[in-house]
């Protein structure tokens, strides 16, 4: 390895050990999203939450199903998911932009006709981003609430929906529009409920993604492990739901089994909180392209560089001028002029943009013959 290798977010660990970053990207070291992120209860229940109760959105159960990439590559998708998060969160700033520019190019291809609503749908829509979004960050400080520490301080859940609105300036979303308490973020939920439509791919997708860890897990995990733990972080997922959630998605479940899988993994949890020889061993296997980002974060590594970027002055320094809604609108107007790339045919094996591009090096994720993505 070059002394001058930095590396970037994303690396896969294969190719390296655990090195520091080139700099604490757009997020000071104490910042309170960290903090909660880092927790296993993101990994174990919160990511699986957000992802289950986004579909209650029929655009984006849409675009789910019409490619078929979830369950034709549950793992990859899951792995690949989180390394953007955890980039946006704990990457080095050009890692973060790259990232994002990356996503715009993947998400230009997942367009197309719900053919429950009738309606035209786009990843890449400020309010569909918006939607996926806010799940994922209110999930992810719920699950933590009830299965880890417990609530956040006044001032420390104040500035956790601000660090919310700064990660988002790295999609489409109006920022500016975006909800910036508890109190608003559920006015926003409650708004969006009109919305939702329990389809027949809905549920499908709905109860797939409950027990997301049967698929998900890797494939060297013996299935009676796979279950066990399906079997707990399923009834954790559920846990977290209001009693209309459940009722829509077909997932019932009594408040004595919500107090059970509380009471048995909330211990757990803590104790995994607070070892990384037990944290770590079980990022890399969950999600191994998230380790390398997250990795000097658990080991205190500090950072090439100590500077903490704001977007204006990391766009200039690292060249990237155009921000996510600028780069949609440059993909609408090629869409009416005829020239977008071809919507994502169904389960499709198409090479997938690589995040690791955001660095050094980069590249597809080609389909080996084996049909393994690799």
């Known amino acids: 390895m070059s002394p001058n290798h930095q590396p970037y977010a994303g690396e896969p660990m294969e190719e390296r050990q655990v090195e520091p970053l080139r700099d604490h990207g757009f997020f000071a070291p104490d910042s309170v999203a960290r903090r909660v992120w880092s927790y296993p209860t993101s990994i174990l229940i919160g990511f699986s939450r957000a992802v289950t109760i986004e579909?209650?959105?029929?655009?984006?159960?849409?675009?789910?199903?019409a490619s078929g990439q979830v369950k034709q590559r549950t793992p990859l998708r899951f792995d690949r998911t989180m390394q953007y998060f955890a980039t946006v969160l704990f990457g080095d700033a050009r890692s973060v932009l790259t990232s994002s520019d990356i996503l715009m190019k993947i998400h230009q291809r997942a367009t197309g006709i719900d053919p429950v609503t009738g309606r035209e749908y786009a990843a890449n829509d400020p309010d569909s981003q918006l939607w996926i979004h806010l799940t994922a960050w209110h999930s992810i400080l719920i699950s933590y609430e009830m299965f880890g520490p417990g609530k956040l301080s006044a001032a420390e859940e104040a500035r956790y929906w601000q660090e919310c609105v700064l990660a988002a300036t790295f999609q489409t979303i109006d920022t500016d529009t975006m909800p910036r308490t508890r109190d608003e973020v559920r006015e926003y939920f409650d708004g969006f409920r009109p919305n939702m439509i329990?389809?027949?791919g809905m549920l499908d997708m709905f109860h797939f993604l409950v027990n997301m860890q049967?698929?998900?897990?890797?494939p060297e995990i013996p299935a009676p492990m796979r279950k066990t733990l399906n079997?707990?972080?399923?009834r954790a997922v559920v846990a977290t739901m209001p009693q209309w959630m459940r009722d829509m998605g077909g997932v019932p479940q009594s408040p004595a089994v919500d107090a059970a899988t509380i009471a048995a993994l909330k211990p757990v949890l803590l104790a995994i909180s607070k070892s990384d020889h037990l944290m770590l061993p079980l990022l890399k296997t969950l999600s191994p392209r998230t380790y390398p980002i997250l990795a000097p974060f658990f080991l205190d590594m500090p950072p090439h560089n100590p500077h903490v970027y704001d977007e204006a002055e990391a766009r200039q320094e690292f060249d990237f001028p155009a921000k996510p809604r600028e780069i949609y609108e440059q993909q609408l107007a090629k869409k009416r002029n005829g020239a977008a790339p071809k919507p994502y045919e169904a389960d499709h094996h198409d090479a997938l943009l690589a995040f690791t591009t955001a660095g050094d090096q980069g590249g597809l994720l080609e389909r080996a013959d084996s049909g393994v993505v690799r």
């Not at 579909?55 to 199903?65: F, G, K």
């Not at 049967?214 to 890797?218: A, I, Q, R, Y």
Request: aromatic letters at 0%; zero cysteines.
């Open 55 to 65: 579909h209650l959105d029929p655009d984006l159960a849409a675009a789910v199903i």
């Open 214 to 218: 049967l698929s998900s897990l890797p």
């Open 198 to 200: 329990a389809s027949d």
């Open 231 to 234: 079997a707990l972080t399923s």
